[in-house]
Structure formats: structure tokens, C-alpha cells
């Protein structure tokens, strides 16, 4: 059985940072890209970030470019995002995603593997 859970949301005034964590179990975690989701209330999904099974090719939605930052760590199974310089519009439900269609940006982009998410809400 897959678990994906994040942990790490919380409440930041604009211009602060957060990290977010997510841990898999019950798959090969190396084996799988992952990524990066988020949903704010009243609009659509979309992908954020997404990062290769290596950690070599990441890619970001231009809305997060430059500010955010995914990595990863295969021995602990780990996915992290950084977030710097955030902004109100922000303000979502994040969400893990193992096995993340690419790219990521695409309106249809999908998962195989998620997690329940984690709220962000950043205060103006």
C-alpha cells in the first residue's frame, strides 16, 4: 500500500518562506518522478514543480519560478519544496503527487500516487 503524506503548511506573512515534506512509503521511491500540486479555493488543480527520478531535470510553472524549489532525497525517501518569497496568491492546499505526468503545467497533468495535502495560507 502507497502512502504519500506532506507535512509542513502553515501560515506566513507575503515575503516569508515555508518547507514542505513529503514521505513515501510502499514503492520504490527512487524508481518514481515526483511532484508537486496545489489548489486554491475556487480554481482548478494545477502542477507546480516536478522532479525526475535522479533529481537531474526539474521543471516549474511560471508562476513559481525562481521563487520555489523542489528536491529530493532517494535513502530517505524524502521530496521537499522550498518555498521563498511568497505571495497571497499562494494561498492553497498543497499536495504530493508520486508519478506525476510530464509536464507537469498541463492542464490534464495527473498522478498516480497522492497524498491528502497540506494548507499554505499566506497573509497579505
Known amino acids: 500500500q502507497v502512502q504519500v503524506v506532506e507535512s509542513g503548511g502553515g501560515l506566513v506573512q507575503a515575503g516569508g518562506s515555508l518547507r514542505l515534506s513529503c514521505t513515501v512509503s510502499?514503492?520504490?521511491?527512487?524508481?518514481?518522478?515526483m511532484g508537486w500540486f496545489r489548489q486554491a479555493p475556487g480554481k482548478a488543480r494545477e502542477g507546480i514543480t516536478y522532479?525526475?527520478?535522479?533529481?537531474?531535470?526539474?521543471d516549474y510553472a511560471d508562476s513559481v519560478k525562481g521563487r520555489f524549489t523542489i528536491s529530493r532525497d532517494n535513502a530517505k525517501n524524502t521530496l521537499t519544496l522550498q518555498m521563498n518569497s511568497l505571495k497571497p496568491e499562494d494561498t492553497a492546499i498543497y499536495y504530493c503527487a508520486a508519478d506525476p505526468t510530464y509536464p507537469i503545467t498541463n492542464i490534464v497533468a495527473n498522478a498516480r500516487y497522492w497524498g491528502r495535502g497540506t494548507q499554505v495560507t499566506v497573509s497579505s
Open positions: 522532479i525526475n527520478w535522479t533529481g537531474s531535470l526539474t
Open positions: 510502499g514503492l520504490t521511491f527512487g524508481n518514481y518522478p
